[in-house]
């Protein structure tokens, strides 16, 4: 069955740091979404893209952060520096539809 | 403004009885509704989406929810709950207008199943 693969698992970096986390989405899919879960709270939506633009971002998504569909298969986010705040897991999802998106195990980024 | 709740952070339940977590809605038309796994340092898993149509919805591994919408409610529900099915659960509800698709999730509710 086919499913969302992210990498790298777990990510260590520096505060201020550059870190770009990758997934790649089902192959078929349009949709594609970033999520993220600080430990123990709830899973916050990041930012939505659709037809290689951004489709909505939240407040979280400021300046620092950004996406790419670089080559047509990966998907990926970029935090520009990083922050202490930003130590979570990431999670990336992608729909076919709309109505139903698919996560990947996600990433767990632990800023220092 | 569109949200979920899950009012209890913890649900605990004896290997065979009945299982109920709950969660309530609110959204601007009609929603989307949806429940997700999270098993230990596992991403989220689906297990069931209400879309349209039957109010009772049947998903993976046994679980099914139910939609009321006088209640605004879409708890999950075993017959039978297993050891295996202690998990992290999230209910979300889809929020999609002309400039917005997401899912907005639910604080997560931890079942506990005690053999």
């Known amino acids: 069955e086919p499913e969302v693969t992210q990498t790298p698992s777990h990510q260590v970096t520096q505060m201020g740091q550059e870190v770009i986390l990758r997934c790649v989405p089902i192959?078929?899919?349009?949709?594609f979404y970033w999520y993220r879960q600080i430990l123990g709270q709830k899973v916050e939506f990041l930012v939505s893209?659709?037809?290689?633009?951004?489709?909505?971002k939240s407040e979280i998504f400021d300046d620092q952060f950004s996406v790419e569909r670089p080559d047509g298969s990966n998907f990926t986010l970029k935090i520009r520096s990083t922050k202490l705040e930003d130590s979570a897991m990431y999670f990336c999802?992608?729909?076919?539809?709309?109505?139903?998106?698919?996560f990947g195990p996600g990433t767990r980024l632990t800023v220092l | 403004a569109q949200s979920v709740a899950q009012p209890e952070d913890q649900v605990n339940v004896a290997e065979g009885n009945p299982l109920t977590v709950k969660c309530t809605y609110s959204?601007?038309?009609?929603?989307?509704l949806f429940w997700y796994v999270q098993y230990p340092n596992r991403g989220l898993q689906f297990l069931l989406k209400y879309i349209t149509g039957d109010n009772l919805v049947k998903g993976s591994y046994g679980f099914e929810a139910e939609f009321n919408k006088s209640q605004t409610s879409f708890h999950l529900k075993k017959p039978s709950a297993l050891v295996s099915d202690s998990a992290l659960y999230f209910c979300?509800?889809?929020?999609?207008?002309?400039?917005?698709?997401?899912?907005?999730f639910g604080t997560g509710t931890r079942l506990q199943v005690f053999p």
């Open positions: 192959s078929n899919h349009l949709y």
């Open positions: 959204v601007s038309g009609n929603p989307y």
């Open positions: 893209f659709y037809n290689n633009e951004i489709s909505e």
């Open positions: 979300a509800v889809r929020v999609l207008s002309y400039n917005t698709d997401k899912l907005i």
């Open positions: 999802a992608s729909s076919q539809t709309g109505y139903e998106q698919f």
